[in-house]
C-alpha cells in the first residue's frame, strides 16, 4: 500500500494471541496534532499536539493493542530513536517524541500477552513504504459491533488507504475495535423512521476504540494538523455507527510531512474519504 512519501510502516503481530503494535516513523521535520473523541483514550505524550503546546514535531505513533498496558510499546520505539540520534533537541541530548495510542483487544486471545517494549523495536525496524493491513499489528485482535453483544462481534483489523489529488496526498493508517458497527447509512434511516435500534445487551462500560494517524505532504503547522485530525474524526463518523462512545477511546493523529501547498479544507477532506475508506477496507480485507 503506498504511502505519503518519507513515511514508513511496521507491524509487530502475535497471531496466537490476536495483540500486536503498528509503528508509524516520519521524516524529520513533521509536524503533528491530534484530537480524542471517544470518552476512553488509552495514550501516551498525546497533550503535547495541543497546538499551543511547545514541541512542534513528532518522530513516530505507535498504535498498540493490549489495553493500556500496551502503550509500553513506545519504549522500544523512543529507544531506537534516541540510539539514532533522532529527536527534540534539548541542553543534554535528544529526546525522542512517539505518541502511544492503544485499543482494548484483551477480550480475545490471550489477555496476558501484550506488546512490549521489544515488540515495539521489532515492528520499528520492519518499517517499510510498502506495509501490509489486516489482521496484523495493532489490528491482529481488532473487532467492531460489540454493541450488540459478545455473539454478534466481527473481527476487524487494521486498514491502510492513500487518497490524492494532483499532487496533494493524504495516508490514513487506522486501526479498528469499535464498539458499534460498520455502517452504510441505513442503520441512521432507521433511527429517522423511529425504529428502536438501541440494543438492550449495550454495555458502554467494555472498552473498545478505533486508532490512527493520518499524514499529508501539504505544509501545515501545528493548527493546520489539529483540523486535519476532527477530518478523520469525521472519516469515523461516517464508516461506524454509533461513533465516539463512551466506551470508546478514539484517537488520531494528523502529521504534515511534505512541501505542498494546499487549502487545509482540501487536506481535511481527502483525510475524511482516506480515513472512511480505510476503516471499511479493515473489515472487507478479512471477509476476502
Known sequence: ?????????????????RTGCTVIRFPA???????????????REFALLNPARTVD???????????????AAADGVVAALEADGVGFETRHGVVPIVIGLSLYDLGVG??????????????????SADPED??????????????????AARDAGLGIVTVAAA???????????????????????????????????ADPLEPNTVIG????????????????????????????????????????????VGSVDASVDQVRMLAVVAVETAIRRSVASLSG
Open 134 to 151: 489486516g489482521a496484523v499489528g495493532a489490528g491482529a485482535g481488532a473487532t467492531v459491533g460489540k454493541w450488540r453483544g459478545p455473539e
Open 57 to 71: 514535531r513528532i518522530d513516530a505513533v505507535v498504535l498498540s493493542g493490549g489495553s493500556a498496558f500496551g502503550l
Open 1 to 17: 500500500m503506498e504511502l505519503v512519501p518519507g513515511v514508513t510502516v511496521g507491524h509487530w503481530t502475535n497471531h496466537d494471541a
Open 110 to 127: 490471550d489477555p496476558k500477552a501484550r506488546p512490549d517494549a521489544s515488540a515495539g523495536r521489532a515492528a520499528f525496524d520492519v518499517a
Open 167 to 201: 499532487e496533494l496526498m493524504v495516508s490514513a493508517v487506522v486501526a479498528v475495535n469499535a464498539v458499534g458497527d460498520i455502517d452504510d447509512g441505513e442503520t441512521a434511516i432507521s433511527v429517522a423512521n423511529g425504529e428502536d435500534v438501541w440494543p438492550s445487551v
Open 213 to 256: 494517524a493520518v499524514a499529508t505532504n501539504a505544509t501545515l503547522d501545528k493548527a493546520g494538523c489539529f483540523v486535519v485530525a476532527q477530518g478523520a474524526h469525521d472519516g469515523l463518523a461516517r464508516a461506524v455507527f454509533p461513533p465516539h462512545m463512551r466506551s470508546d477511546g478514539d484517537a488520531f493523529v494528523a502529521a504534515s
Open 29 to 43: 521535520g513533521t509536524v503533528a496534532s491530534g484530537e480524542v473523541r471517544g470518552g476512553a483514550p488509552a495514550s
